[in-house]
């Protein structure tokens, strides 16, 4: 599965698996999930088990033919680094990845044990970006693992936001996107976690990137943030940020 995204901070998204499972309380209103029972329910093919986690070889090289370069979010239906992903699997994701080397590739988990843990066998390239995610002040350990793995550009999803974080180191980090929870079950997001985490980043001088305020309609809610858009990106990325039409930090 590969499709062409509306997420603010990529272009497409590429699933070489589907499925997962709940693990944290940023999980209780998983959009994937009930975009992968709604698939199954059209007859799509590879949601045949609905959001049990299933492994998609077939798609394993569709970045390879997609010859313009792209930011593609991997595994936005699923989690790379969930258990039931065998490692010799997600020793072929990685290999595609360093293959299209021409795209940037953003990782998100929520399962930073198992990234740490897999980290030294996983041949990253400056073209993987690997991030986890925080939903609050309880899930801050996720980024203490991250920063000990080997990727090059580390990034945090802090989204949902769905309680105050007071302290984040970001030491190391390269990037950090902050946003509330959207649909019908949305949680409140307070103005004030938010700016909380803006000027963590602006004093860590880590690029912040806000994404939505999220709610039962987010299109009504927009991205500006006490009268500003904040769009910025990973220093690092800089050399061809005019094919994604999006502009890296100054």
């Given amino acids: 599965m590969a499709d062409k995204s509306l997420i ?6 590429w699933n070489p698996v589907t499925g997962c499972d709940k693990i944290s309380s940023g999980c209780k209103n998983c959009y994937a999930e009930k975009m992968a029972n709604r698939l199954q329910l059209m007859g799509q093919p590879n949601y045949k088990n609905g959001f049990e986690l299933t492994l998609q070889p077939a798609t394993l090289e569709i970045p390879l033919k997609w010859k313009t370069p792209r930011l593609i ?14 490692l010799d699997y997600i020793l072929k994701v990685f290999r595609v990845m360093n293959q299209a080397s021409w795209h940037v590739f953003q990782i998100l988990t929520k399962r930073h044990e198992r990234l740490l843990e897999l980290s030294d066998k996983l041949p990253w390239s400056e073209n993987i970006w690997m991030g986890v995610s925080v939903e609050s002040q309880t899930y801050v350990k996720r980024v203490d693992y991250l920063r000990r793995t080997s990727a090059v550009t580390k990034f945090l999803s802090i989204e949902p936001l769905i309680g105050e974080i007071n302290k984040i ?3 190391g980090i390269d990037w950090v996107i902050v946003g509330g929870e959207s649909g019908p079950k949305a949680r409140e997001l307070k103005e004030e976690w938010v700016t909380k985490l803006r000027d963590i980043c602006f004093e860590a001088n880590v690029p912040f990137f806000f994404k939505q305020w999220g709610g039962t309609r987010k299109h009504k809610t927009g991205r500006e943030l006490q009268g500003q858009f904040h769009d910025e990106m990973p220093r690092r990325f800089s050399t061809n940020d005019s094919f994604f039409g999006m502009r890296p930090s100054s």
Avoid: A, K, Y
């Fill in 169 to 171: 180191n970001l030491e």
């Fill in 8 to 13: 603010e901070w990529t272009n497409d998204t």
């Fill in 73 to 86: 979010f991997v595994n936005s239906m699923s989690d790379l680094f969930h258990e039931d992903v065998p």
